[in-house]
């Protein structure tokens, strides 16, 4: 499956019926793409502080 996960993994991720927030920061999406791929694209880094 593309990314790297299995399909039945990616299946279940994409139906969940959660929304972009939700997912952006759920296990699926840091194994289909980690931060590694992110900083390879150029793309900037957003990370929370907890205060």
Same mark, same amino acid.
């Given at each position: 499956? &593309?990314? +790297?996960? *299995? *399909? =039945?993994?990616? %299946?279940?991720?994409? &139906?969940? =019926? $959660? &929304?972009? %927030? %939700?997912?952006? &920061?759920?296990?699926? /999406?840091?194994?289909?793409?980690? /931060?590694?791929?992110? $900083? *390879?694209? +150029?793309?900037? *880094?957003? =990370?929370?502080?907890?205060?």
């Amino acid at each position: 499956m &593309g990314r +790297g996960m *299995e *399909e =039945q993994r990616a %299946w279940m991720s994409a &139906g969940n =019926q $959660r &929304g972009a %927030w %939700w997912n952006a &920061g759920a296990s699926h /999406m840091n194994e289909a793409f980690p /931060m590694k791929y992110v $900083r *390879e694209l +150029g793309l900037v *880094e957003l =990370q929370t502080v907890s205060l």
